[in-house]
């Protein structure tokens, strides 16, 4: 089996973090999102992966490579960005012997039996319900059960089933042909070529496809959702971080995750928080929040915050002479 991860996207949604690391690079619960998503397939039986790379594509590669130095790979780069439906079609000359695939959003982590996904016997999509489903692309399901009509971004949505980005295809010669077609007659929804216009082809020509809810999914494009994935996560099992050192006058609140060669003195940490490597906190108080590699915080209380990496955050400092009777407000 063969999965498709795209992670050309921009991240406009988590500027200023994304002007200079990919959005599947950011850590949630000690991992990189893009690798929580790699662990995920593998553990499903995934052998061979494609990354669609575009905007600051290197980084990623390089993470890939050094992360994942025996992982089958591909790399192939979307210079422009018109689309899902024009990033599956770009892999066309690697998967186009393939006798199935699964397409794994880069920004997406999902809650979901994997397994018993790529076991479907049709081609499959995971959702999920949403209360406002017009962001995203909807599903419609028939009497028997298969997916009847897929919409992208609807402004009138007849079903609340959203598309959660996983999909599994098994017709993929088909939907190349589907892609081929919208390319070649500049056939856009909302100024894109649509993953979502070459399914409703695929079932306009009699193939059968099937849907599975997922628990939980979580599309990690905004500050908030990146957030409460990382606490989720951190509440599980195997994620938080288990034998930490000792660290010099500093409480530790679990759940967090603190990655390697960190210096954290006279300080509070947690709950839900996750370090990167070699992070320097003094004199703070940090909880609900993710701090990249190589980091520095010092005298600040930090709450629902995300730092990037190499970023240095400072507080203020006062010396004081205070008389009787005063009151100093410093908010």
Not at 15 to 39: C, E, H, M, N, W
Request: proline share 4%; net charge neutral; aromatic share 6%.
């Amino acid at each position: 089996m063969k999965a498709i991860i795209p992670v050309a996207g921009a991240g406009t949604r988590l500027r200023p973090l994304t002007y200079t690391q990919p959005k599947s690079l950011i850590p949630v619960a000690g991992k990189p999102i893009i690798a929580l998503i790699i662990d995920q397939l593998r553990s499903a039986g995934v052998d061979e992966f494609v990354f669609i790379i575009g905007y600051l594509g290197e980084k990623i590669k390089n993470y890939v490579e050094k992360a994942y130095p025996k992982l089958k790979k591909e790399f192939v780069v979307q210079d422009s960005r018109q689309g899902l439906g024009h990033a599956i079609w770009m892999t066309k000359d690697v998967i186009k012997n393939c006798d199935e695939v699964i397409i794994f959003l880069g920004d997406t982590i999902l809650d979901l039996n994997l397994k018993a996904f790529m076991a479907e016997p049709t081609s499959c999509l995971a959702v999920k319900r949403v209360e406002d489903p017009r962001n995203f692309g909807v599903i419609e399901i028939g009497a028997e059960g298969f997916v009847t009509k897929v919409v992208e971004k609807p402004k009138i949505p007849k079903s609340n089933l959203a598309i959660v980005g996983l999909y599994k295809i098994k017709e993929v010669p088909a939907l190349l042909d589907a892609l081929d077609c919208l390319i070649k007659d500049d056939k856009r929804t909302h100024g894109e070529f649509q993953l979502t216009d070459a399914l409703m082809k695929l079932i306009g020509e009699g193939y059968k496809v099937s849907s599975m809810k997922v628990d939980n999914w979580f599309d990690c494009g905004k500050k908030e959702i990146l957030l409460e994935t990382n606490a989720q996560l951190l509440d599980k099992e195997g994620y938080a971080s288990e034998h930490l050192a000792s660290f010099d006058n500093t409480i530790i609140i679990h759940p967090v995750s603190i990655g390697k060669n960190c210096k954290i003195r006279n300080s509070i940490i947690g709950p839900h928080v996750t370090i990167g490597e070699n992070v320097n906190i003094n004199y703070s108080i940090v909880k609900d929040s993710i701090i990249g590699n190589y980091a520095l915080i010092e005298e600040v209380i930090l709450t629902q915050s995300i730092v990037g990496n190499d970023a240095a955050i400072k507080g203020l400092s006062q010396s004081l002479n205070i008389g009787d009777n005063t009151e100093i407000d410093f908010s």
